[in-house]
Antibody
Framework: QVNLLQSGAALVKPGASVKLSCKAS????????IHWVKQSHGKSLEWIGY????????NYNEKFKSKATLTVDKSTNTAYMELSRLTSEDSATYYC??????????WGQGVMVTVSS | DVVMTQTPVSLSLAIGQPASISCKSS???????????LNWILQRPGQSPKRLIY???KLYSEVPDRFSGSGSETEFTLKISRVEAEDLGVYYC?????????FGGGTKLELK
């Protein structure tokens, strides 16, 4: 069965960076794009961008272009998102999700990032 | 960016009642492929979002047929024929036609 397993919660200091992981299993990793979505506490969802695991091609929401960097490691079927120069505005839950037929068919469990000194 | 507007913001319904949620987009979601990438997801309390409907009206395999989706261009509707307890949570529409992908503000379904 398809599963996207995300790394555990992170507490990071302002100005620092954090790298989140999303390990895929149950399907051919390179056949589907991985998207990342941000959900601030109690709020709606924002699309950050996606990566094509086969080619490494990325497409970012302009709002997150200088904030997020998406990469993959095909040898471990893992997608990564690095968030840089963190501020309190980056405190949120981040989801990875698999793109399929214009929808998202599987979601990771989410990872909460807290930015605090 | 395409703005997705959902109404109502919240719904309070008894088990067995029907539900209807509207989603309007600021631009047509009909893509150059001839497909319309309007999707619905449900986020239950404390959980990650779950898939419900893709391309306006196609239900994922595990979704009960009491759910249905309809609409075109800029106006879309999610309907539940008879609400059940497991249906509570926040429903989001989102569009996969244009970049950046955008989500509606959500509709919270509560049980009366």
């Amino acid at each position: 069965q398809v599963n996207l397993l995300q790394s555990g919660a992170a507490l990071v200091k302002p100005g620092a960076s954090v790298k989140l992981s999303c390990k895929a299993s149950g399907y051919t990793f390179t056949d589907y794009y991985i998207h990342w979505v941000k959900q601030s506490h109690g709020k709606s969802l924002e699309w950050i961008g996606y990566i094509n695991p086969n080619s490494g091609y990325t497409n970012y929401n302009e709002k997150f272009k200088s904030k997020a960097t998406l990469t993959v490691d095909k040898s471990t079927n893992t997608a990564y998102m690095e968030l840089s120069r963190l501020t309190s505005e980056d405190s949120a839950t981040y989801y990875c999700t698999r793109g399929s037929y214009g929808g998202y068919d599987y979601w990771g469990q989410g990872v909460m990032v807290t930015v605090s000194s | 960016d395409v703005v997705m507007t959902q109404t109502p913001v919240s719904l309070s319904l008894a088990i067995g009642q029907p539900a209807s949620i509207s989603c309007k987009s600021s631009q047509s979601l009909l893509g150059t492929s001839g497909k319309t990438f309007l999707n619905w997801i449900l986020q239950r309390p404390g959980q990650s979002p779950k898939r419900l409907i893709y391309q306006v009206s196609k239900l994922y395999s595990e979704v009960p047929d009491r759910f249905s989706g309809s609409g075109s261009e800029t106006e879309f509707t999610l309907k539940i024929s008879r609400v059940e307890a497991e249906d509570l949570g926040v429903y989001y529409c989102w569009q996969g036609t244009h970049f950046p992908r955008t989500f509606g503000g959500g509709t919270k379904l509560e049980l009366k």
